[in-house]
DNA sequence: ACCATTTAGTTAGCCGGCTAACTAAAAGCT
DNA sequence: AGCTTTTAGTTAGCCGGCTAACTAAATGGT
């Protein structure tokens, strides 16, 4: 019996770290109103608002149909509004409402308290070198998916 | 403009990494047929064979809808059997097929593969600290889920 | 023995993801 | 100009997740 040996891979904890992860984020966001999810379309929105629906797949890095979907809904909900490119017919350009930018805060605020949660009774010394690392792995991530 | 302080955060970082790491399994095991989620159910039952729906769920951290699901396409693909338990009328227990046992080498090849590719670059050390860190970080995560 | 309560799974329906196949507009080539 | 190719988004449909509401069997109290 035992357990099976890939539950002690670093892989999979980190699998279950983020399952685990994207619950609680996702229970903090559901307070306002949002699904684990919509709240990286707002954030790229807060940061620069106005950005074409492809260009915000790209940034996202999510496929094109998700952000059909996510922006149906979002547009839905009064968080977000789509009108056209005047530069090109086939494209729109996605703007915040201000009930969109009103969430920043709060959104912000969940993301702190998750952090902290995560972050339980570690260290300045071992957060640092947490984060490093996650830093470190998301490059050897995104260069193999560019690779393909 | 700059990038917004979020995506500054371990906690956004991590978001990232998951959804990268989902996928770059995601990718390997589709050569094998399999979605990202099921590789999971297997795992429980190469480990302990014949588990209850139940017992499935909690030991993936899943509510119970969702294993009903994965079961009923699981058992489409011929790779697990559901036989009622003798003991209990309501329950039933999970039975691996042979397909199901056979898979057990390949997957646990693609877990291998795509942890390479995560940790591409990495000395030891720094593995052996990374996924310390990620023991730590899950059990803040678990710990914070069951204290609700 | 009986009834209320708890427990095990299912169904329906939502959301974030994906791929495949499509439409329509823009860009490029001749 | 006219035709081909590329690009931008959409639709349909699948999968892993979830919650809410339900059925049916086991358990517990009296």
Redesign the pocket.
Known sequence: MGTHPVKGRTGFTLAKVC?AHR?NVGELLAAHGL????E?VLVELWESDGL????L?VR????????????R?LEGCGLVERRP?PS?????RVYLTDDGRALEGPVTGCWELSEERLLAGMGEEDRRTFHELLVRVRGNLDSCSAAE
Do not use: N
């Open positions: 399952k619950g699904h684990v999810g919509q990286m074409r629906g492809g260009e797949a996202l890095g999510v496929e094109p149909p998700t952000i059909t979907k996510m922006l809904r490119d090109d017919a086939r494209s729109f």
